[in-house]
């Protein structure tokens, strides 16, 4: 997922990966809640919360690139 953010530099079409980064994202996080569940992660809450923000920021960039190819903002930390 990282390699895929990393490569919004300009290069490739932002939009394409944008979307890859959705449809990435959207395995990655099902598999991380079984992950970190079966580890006995201690706090669910902080795992949802930035899960949802990082999907809220795929959410906004995908709707701004389809409504007018303006590039992605970067991610909030």
């Avoid at 991380?32 to 706090?43: F, K, Q, R, S, T």
């Amino acid at each position: 997922m990282l390699e895929l953010v990393n490569r919004l530099d300009g290069k490739e079409p932002a939009g394409r990966l944008v979307e890859k980064l959705a449809r990435y994202a959207e395995i990655q996080f099902q598999d991380a809640v079984v992950w970190l569940e079966a580890a006995g992660y201690p706090d669910p809450a902080q795992r949802e919360f930035r899960h949802r923000a990082f999907r809220a920021w795929l959410d906004h960039n995908l709707t701004a690139w389809r409504s007018g190819g303006k590039r992605p903002s970067r991610a909030a930390t």
